[in-house]
């Protein structure tokens, strides 16, 4: 029996983690729960799942025994902790998870991105293991498994290309809101689906993959496959290519982190549906990414290449920029070409601690903010 403490428990990833321990009560717990704004689904699961603790930013009366996330994420009884927050908001719990000794199971790149330097090293020193929930990671992840230390030539990191694959600049320049949203594999929350349109969250992944995995940046190929049935792969020194393949569903991954190294029954349960091979009638193709016309993935390179405050203020530059575009305040390029101006002006600081990263990600944030809600005002 693990017991499972979810940080976002009313979001994409951790509805779907509590499918996964409603239809295996002899194997998970969900012993905490904690959500932003969804008060009345909390109410639910708490009925349900009766977790020993729970924190609602929204509503405190739901509160019990934790007033924080950081509660939540350091509880006594979790063996694991999943962070589907969104945004950096999963940093500070992250960090204070580790230093409890808890393993993680993370759906919350941003943590990465902003604070891989910090979080790296916490869980090294504290011998934790942190297991990927995205589903291009913990493909890599899965393909790792077996390698036998072998180094790694290249990682794959696959992207479905968003619904704009194949746009011109001057395609992007007419984008609405309506079509951003519109993903063509997955169903995910509005902000993590805007950024699969500007392919942002494909830049985020590769500094993910650089910290998960200790790979220098320029090993990391992002491959435009449509299909998403590829999930990433990795190539050894020798040729060989192993990836890992599947029905696109975030349920397989988030099993995977709650049960490795073991794997759950999940085709049996009626949770995914089995891959279909003879369905694939058109095949799987594979292209480059359009890096000219999505500036997003050179932007997260150079930021993660500069290193120190470049990667917090890329994200949270980004996170404000797609927040006033889904409240329809600037344009769908407006995001990648507000970012560039951003990153060439931006001056690194280096050796930041936790509050560093803190400071400086509000700092970014308020600039922005002041910069275009006046200016469209």
């Known amino acids: 029996m693990k017991r499972i403490a979810i940080l976002g428990s009313t979001g994409s990833i951790g509805t779907q983690a509590l499918e996964i321990i409603r239809k295996n009560p002899d194997k998970y717990e969900a012993v905490a729960l904690s959500c932003g704004k969804n008060a009345a689904l909390l109410q639910e699961q708490i009925r349900e799942f009766r977790p020993r603790m729970v924190y609602c930013a929204a509503d405190p009366a739901l509160n019990k025994n934790a007033e924080s996330l950081v509660d939540i994420a350091t509880m006594d009884d979790a063996d694991i902790v999943l962070n589907s927050l969104m945004g950096m908001r999963g940093l500070e719990p992250t960090l204070a998870a580790i230093d409890a000794g808890k393993d993680i199971a993370f759906a919350n790149k941003e943590t990465l991105v902003v604070g891989g330097e910090l979080v790296m090293a916490a869980a090294e020193r504290k011998g934790v293991k942190l297991l990927p929930v995205d589903s291009e990671h913990s493909a890599i992840f899965q393909s790792l498994q077996g390698s036998g230390g072998n180094s790694i030539r290249r990682i794959l990191l696959t992207a479905s290309g968003g619904p704009f694959r194949g746009y011109t600049r001057q395609q992007l320049e007419q984008v609405t809101l309506a079509q951003a949203l519109r993903h063509p594999n997955w169903s995910m929350g509005s902000k993590i689906t805007i950024d699969s349109a500007t392919m942002m969250n494909k830049g985020l992944e590769i500094i993910e993959a650089k910290w998960l995995f200790d790979v220098p940046l320029d090993r990391i190929q992002v491959v435009v496959h449509p299909q998403s049935v590829l999930h990433s792969a990795v190539e050894f020194e020798d040729g060989s290519v ?136």
Do not use: W
């Open 242 to 377: 192993i990836g890992q393949m599947g029905n696109p569903d975030m349920k397989v991954p988030i099993a995977y982190a709650f049960s490795y190294p073991e794997r759950t029954g999940l085709v049996g349960e009626g949770l995914v549906s089995s891959l279909d091979l003879f369905s694939l009638k058109e095949g799987m193709t594979f292209y480059p990414a359009d890096e000219k016309v999505f500036k997003t993935i050179a932007l997260a390179r150079q930021a993660s290449e500069t290193g120190g405050s470049c990667p917090v203020v890329l994200n949270g530059a980004n996170e404000v920029l797609v927040d006033l575009f889904l409240h329809e305040k600037i344009g769908f390029t407006d995001i990648q070409d507000t970012l560039e101006r951003i990153m060439d002006a931006h001056v690194p600081k280096y050796d930041l601690d936790l509050e560093g990263v803190l400071e400086e990600d509000r700092n970014i944030r308020d600039y922005v903010r002041k910069q275009l809600e006046g200016s469209n005002s």
